[in-house]
């Protein structure tokens, strides 16, 4: 079940340094890279169906099209590795095993944008991993990979880390635009129409780790050779992190199109001490929760997460066992989100502290139907009102808790 097309050196030891990775194969890409026009290279990405691995599933090609032609302002690649959504692992995989393998992603999409700067947005927690892709940046401009000539070639390429202080909403793309430009990491209004992300007014686009390292392959490849894995809707591999109490937890590549129960049992080796599943979180925690019994029937492309009320987010499913309170955990979820909510909104700063509070009244044992009234008032408030998704997904997570185990609630208020 397990394929490897972004995590295919994952497993070579040494791999994240310059010598192992050219040995093996690093950087193969840009020869061909650079036999194809700018916007052949859009198209290929058009037509591999490369969607966004960041959590929106956002078309990657036809992203990099809105990116205005002719502006004499500079263009950006801006990569997103904030990472701070719980259940969500995967990035940082890249970024320890391999990091050459992003570098040549960047090149090759900075290529089709025109752009000749990238910047790599890492979360603060992450020194470990961008101190590794820090390393792996100067190796490159010290072998001529990057710098004034990519390899050879006419073309200039700059990489600056930027490592963020620890903001969950300084993933969301135009709060980390801010953060970049040196402000406070507040989400953006959004504009009427489609157009590319801007950074200090200068074009630029905004996408994830993981996106950015498929590229290379699709480059090199050619498209069908991504579309031959996933499903017509949703083709190509995405990597799926599984955490909770689960025999194997980990990150895994999959094609698209995998049943969820099978990926449980076969590679995260089923539940752990022989406990029963109760509910998966399937897409990072900012989606709603499916019972065991929805994940029978869950299948891991976009279209079949909507089919079973969810969505695919980041693909870092959190198992939850017949063990865990589904009020405890509730509680834990919106005491990060209350946290994290950066208050612009008042649905979204308020909301989110009224459920904090509510959850906690309940689990005292001061809770009554009320309550949950008000809880699901709140969710109402919180969708679609607000700068930007991050409420609409909080009320996603909560609202499914509570319409899914009533009656772990309720228990608390007989008991
Ligand atoms: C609250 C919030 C947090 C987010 N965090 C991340 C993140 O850590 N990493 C990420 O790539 N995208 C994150 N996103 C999605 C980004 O806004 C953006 O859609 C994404 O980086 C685009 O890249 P992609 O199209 O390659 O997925 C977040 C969105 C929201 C609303
Ligand atoms: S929805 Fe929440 S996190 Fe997003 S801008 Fe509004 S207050 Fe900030």
Redesign the pocket.
């Known amino acids: 079940m397990v394929v490897k097309v972004v995590s295919k050196k994952f497993d070579i030891p040494d791999y994240h340094k310059l010598e192992v990775a050219q040995k093996n194969g690093a950087y193969s890409s840009i020869e061909k890279l650079f036999t194809m026009k700018p916007d052949e290279v859009t198209e290929e990405v058009c037509k591999s169906g490369l969607?966004?691995?960041?959590?929106?599933?956002?078309a990657?090609g036809p992203?990099w099209k809105l990116m205005p032609k002719d502006d004499p302002r500079p263009a950006y690649l801006i990569v997103?590795?904030?990472?701070?959504?719980p259940g969500?692992f995967k990035?940082r995989q890249i970024f320890q095993y391999d990091p050459h393998l992003l570098i040549e992603g960047i090149i090759c999409s900075s290529y089709a944008i025109n752009a000749h700067h990238a910047y790599i947005y890492i979360?603060g927690e992450y020194k470990f991993f961008s101190d590794r892709v820090d390393e792996a940046i100067q190796e490159a401009y010290a072998a001529g990979i990057i710098g004034d000539s990519v390899m050879g070639h006419d073309y200039k390429m700059e990489i600056t880390v930027h490592r963020g202080a620890g903001a969950?909403?300084c993933?969301?793309?135009?709060a980390?635009i801010e953060s970049l430009e040196g402000k406070r990491g507040h989400?953006r209004l959004k504009p009427h129409g489609k157009e590319c992300e801007w950074f200090f007014d200068n074009p630029a686009t905004?996408?994830?780790?993981e996106?950015?390292a498929t590229v290379p392959f699709i480059v090199e490849n050619g498209y069908e050779a991504y579309t031959a894995y996933g499903t017509e809707k949703s083709p190509g591999t995405m990597l799926f992190a599984m955490s909770g109490p689960v025999k194997n937890p980990g990150v895994y590549e999959l094609a698209f199109g995998n049943k969820m129960i099978d990926f449980l049992n076969e590679v995260g080796g089923g539940m752990r001490d022989g406990k029963k599943l109760k509910a998966i979180i399937p897409g990072g925690s900012?989606c709603p929760i499916l019972t065991a019994k929805e994940v029978e029937s869950a299948v891991l492309d976009y279209e079949s997460m909507w089919d079973v009320g969810s969505t695919l987010g980041?693909g870092g499913m959190i198992v939850i066992d017949e063990d865990t309170c589904m009020v405890e955990a509730a509680k834990n979820l919106i005491e990060f989100y209350h946290h994290e909510s950066c208050g612009q909104c008042t649905p979204c700063r308020e909301g989110c502290g009224w459920i904090d509070d509510i959850l906690a009244k309940i689990l005292a044992g001061e809770g009554s139907k009320k309550d949950i009234d008000t809880i699901l008032d709140v969710c109402v408030s919180l969708n679609g009102k607000t700068i930007?998704?991050?409420a609409p997904?909080v009320k996603d997570i909560i609202q499914s808790m509570v319409q899914k185990f009533p009656q772990e609630f309720e228990a608390y208020f007989k008991n």
């Open positions: 969607r966004g691995k960041g959590g929106g599933g956002a990657c992203k997103n590795g904030d990472e701070s959504e969500t990035d979360r969950y909403i993933g969301e793309k135009s980390l989400p905004v996408n994830n780790v996106t950015i900012s980041t930007c998704v991050f997904a």
